[in-house]
């Protein structure tokens, strides 16, 4: 029997191993280019990050209950497209417009919800519906044609709040001290892992599963529309392209930060917040080589799916490692499973 703090500290480094990923890449990159590793350097990836990291989030809410939603580069673009289409150019003030834009996510991920709890279609094919449904629509809306904000939105991106973080950053780092508070500190935090791990277990608990799974999809709606409304401000215009395949990278992130594509593991700190990183510091890093550009999307495919087999063993051998605990802790257990 291995003995119980040798198996914790297996654990412990099993749900470690994306923090470490991290590391050893960005030490790498340092080693390969010194001027990578520097202030400058991470607060760009960091800033960069801010959007995806946000979309994350809310992506991880749903991947916790093992669902997907691929609408949420569509709902990024149709979400500006009504904040600055309509609203900022009928002269509304940008109070109403971010409103406005917040209310498409709602509106998209309550339309998710509802295909998916109440008319039984797997989400895999509603959000992949919702992708080309939404991006259409924006592309009508805009008639294909980009969309320039007033200079007093891209200040917005570029405003430090106490003259030293960027406001992008503030942003993203408050949805995840609120995420992390939910998904650790509250009785709906509790029920997303636990339907997640097992939805007849948790239904016949007295978990609401329909309204459970309903909620993180309007979350990761809403939270899909305030990446969009940070990536604006940072690039002060939307063409027709934009937003498009984030889905992917907003799921990698999560993959990335350890969140199982299997549901009920994972965390929004340091999981996602790591696996956000991933996607700018990758880039950052190539970049910094000077690897070719034609060769950039390649590597971070081949990192990509290196991350996805990682995650596919750590999560054996976590499983692996919970059953043997579980018998170390209990003897009698032990026993009766032995007779």
Same mark, same amino acid.
């Given at each position: 029997?291995?003995?119980?703090?040798?198996?914790?500290?297996?654990?412990?480094?099993?749900?470690?191993?994306?923090?470490?990923?991290?590391?050893?890449?960005?030490?790498?990159?340092?080693?390969?280019?010194?001027?990578?590793?520097?202030?400058?350097?991470?607060?760009?990836?960091?800033?960069?990050?801010?959007?995806?990291?946000?979309?994350?989030?809310?992506?991880?809410?749903?991947?916790?209950?093992?669902?997907?939603?691929?609408?949420?580069?569509?709902?990024?673009?149709?979400?500006?497209?009504?904040?600055?289409?309509?609203?900022?150019?009928?002269?509304?003030?940008?109070?109403?417009?971010?409103?406005?834009?917040?209310?498409?996510?709602?509106?998209?991920?309550?339309?998710?919800?509802?295909?998916?709890?109440?008319?039984?279609?797997?989400?895999?094919?509603?959000?992949?519906?919702?992708?080309?449904?939404?991006?259409?629509?924006?592309?009508?809306?805009?008639?294909?044609?980009?969309?320039?904000?007033?200079?007093?939105?891209?200040?917005?991106?570029?405003?430090?709040?106490?003259?030293?973080?960027?406001?992008?950053?503030?942003?993203?780092?408050?949805?995840?001290?609120?995420?992390?508070? &939910?998904?650790?500190?509250?009785?709906?935090?509790?029920?997303?892992?636990?339907?997640?791990?097992?939805?007849?277990?948790?239904?016949?608990?007295?978990?609401?599963?329909?309204?459970?799974?309903?909620?993180?999809?309007?979350?990761?709606?809403?939270?899909?529309?305030?990446?969009?409304?940070?990536? &604006?401000?940072?690039?002060?215009?939307?063409?027709?392209?934009?937003?498009?395949?984030?889905?992917?990278?907003?799921?990698?992130?999560?993959?990335?930060?350890?969140?199982?594509?299997?549901?009920?593991?994972?965390?929004?700190?340091?999981?996602?917040?790591?696996?956000?990183?991933?996607?700018?510091?990758?880039?950052?890093?190539?970049?910094?080589?000077?690897?070719?550009?034609?060769?950039?999307?390649?590597?971070?495919? &081949?990192?990509?799916?290196?991350? &996805?087999?990682?995650?596919?063993?750590?999560?054996?051998?976590?499983?692996?490692?919970?059953?043997?605990?579980?018998?170390?802790?209990?003897?009698?257990?032990?026993?009766?499973?032995?007779?």
């Amino acid at each position: 029997m291995i003995p119980r703090t040798k198996e914790q500290a297996e654990i412990a480094a099993l749900r470690s191993a994306p923090f470490i990923l991290f590391a050893v890449l960005f030490l790498l990159f340092g080693l390969l280019e010194p001027k990578f590793i520097s202030p400058a350097t991470f607060t760009n990836i960091v800033t960069q990050a801010s959007y995806i990291g946000i979309m994350a989030v809310g992506m991880t809410f749903v991947l916790l209950v093992a669902g997907i939603d691929l609408s949420v580069g569509s709902v990024m673009y149709l979400s500006a497209t009504v904040g600055g289409g309509w609203l900022l150019a009928d002269g509304f003030p940008i109070p109403v417009a971010v409103a406005g834009a917040l209310l498409v996510g709602l509106a998209v991920g309550t339309v998710n919800a509802f295909l998916i709890t109440k008319v039984g279609v797997i989400a895999f094919l509603t959000t992949l519906a919702m992708l080309v449904v939404v991006r259409g629509l924006a592309l009508t809306i805009t008639k294909s044609e980009a969309i320039t904000f007033p200079d007093e939105i891209t200040r917005l991106g570029s405003t430090r709040i106490l003259g030293l973080i960027p406001a992008p950053i503030v942003i993203f780092l408050s949805v995840v001290v609120v995420g992390h508070i &939910v998904l650790t500190r509250t009785a709906f935090g509790r029920q997303v892992y636990a339907v997640g791990n097992d939805k007849e277990a948790a239904s016949k608990a007295g978990i609401n599963v329909g309204r459970l799974i309903a909620s993180v999809y309007i979350v990761c709606g809403v939270l899909a529309s305030l990446g969009g409304i940070v990536n &604006v401000v940072q690039l002060g215009s939307v063409h027709p392209s934009f937003g498009e395949g984030i889905e992917f990278d907003v799921i990698a992130a999560c993959v990335l930060g350890g969140v199982s594509l299997f549901g009920g593991r994972g965390s929004v700190f340091p999981g996602a917040v790591i696996g956000a990183l991933f996607v700018p510091m990758i880039n950052a890093g190539l970049q910094a080589i000077d690897v070719e550009i034609y060769l950039r999307a390649p590597a971070f495919a &081949v990192v990509i799916f290196i991350a &996805v087999l990682m995650d596919s063993l750590r999560n054996r051998q976590l499983a692996k490692l919970s059953r043997r605990y579980i018998r170390v802790e209990n003897p009698s257990l032990e026993q009766a499973t032995a007779s």
